[in-house]
């Protein structure tokens, strides 16, 4: 399945990169215009078997933004832009991320990547996701794709997303390596495509878990 599964990543990144070029020009210029160089960001992240890798996106926030605040964002942090606010609302500035698939350091499924600060966290069963290459998308995303909206109103919004939002991640992460196939892989990139367009739709075996984060996250 591992052949298989990379044979998958590099030919539908590929595709990708080669049909959404004309699109990540166009975000790279208005990113260029609006908020000047750099571009690209690039954040450390916890990778496969617990290496370093840099994971890219293009820009949303302000130039030095990871050394001036925490590293969870709510939708209303300063540090984002006002262009960066759409990019990071529509997801388009993790298309360079494709190149991060194409390179082997991501698959297009797998446990969405941590900060490194985490490294050191990954313990007991947790540790069981360091042998998967972490994902552009997994059963995580599908419940907190808007985790910038989850967070608004936070006073910590860190805080917040250690004690209630990186636990289900964990939960739903552990959920996909104990039945990783490429049927699962295929459900989840067709889920991702439909929350895509439908924002407030959640896979029905996901409710529970989108409903448990809201009212945690509301402190009821």
């Known amino acids: 399945m591992t052949m298989i599964k990379r044979s998958i990543d590099v030919i539908l990144s590929l595709a990708a990169l080669i049909c959404c070029a004309p699109l990540m020009l166009m975000v790279a210029l208005a990113v260029l215009l609006a908020d000047g160089h750099p571009i690209l960001f690039w954040g450390k ?3 496969r078997f617990g290496r370093p890798f840099n994971m890219v ?14 590293g969870s964002i709510a939708k209303t942090d300063a540090r984002v832009t006002r262009l960066g606010r759409f990019l990071r609302a529509t997801k388009l500035d993790e298309l360079p991320q494709f190149f991060n698939v194409l390179s082997g350091e991501m698959s297009l499924v797998g ?3 941590e900060l490194w600060k985490y490294a050191e966290t990954f313990s007991g069963e947790a540790r069981r996701l360091l042998k998967f ?3 552009l998308t997994d059963w995580a995303t599908l419940v907190d794709i808007d985790e910038g909206d989850l967070l608004i109103g936070t006073v910590n919004p860190d805080a917040e997303y250690e004690r209630h939002i990186r636990p289900m991640k964990i939960a739903l992460q552990l959920k996909y390596v104990e039945c990783a196939t490429l049927f699962t892989d295929f459900r989840i990139l067709g889920y991702t495509a439909a929350k895509l367009l439908f924002r407030n739709w959640v896979p029905p075996e996901l409710k529970r878990f989108r409903k448990s984060l809201e009212l945690a996250l509301s402190g009821r």
């Open 45 to 47: 992240r916890v990778g």
């Open 57 to 70: 996106k293009f820009r949303s926030m302000i130039v030095n933004a990871e050394n001036l605040g925490g």
């Open 111 to 113: 446990p969405r990547p």
């Open 133 to 135: 290459r972490p994902g």
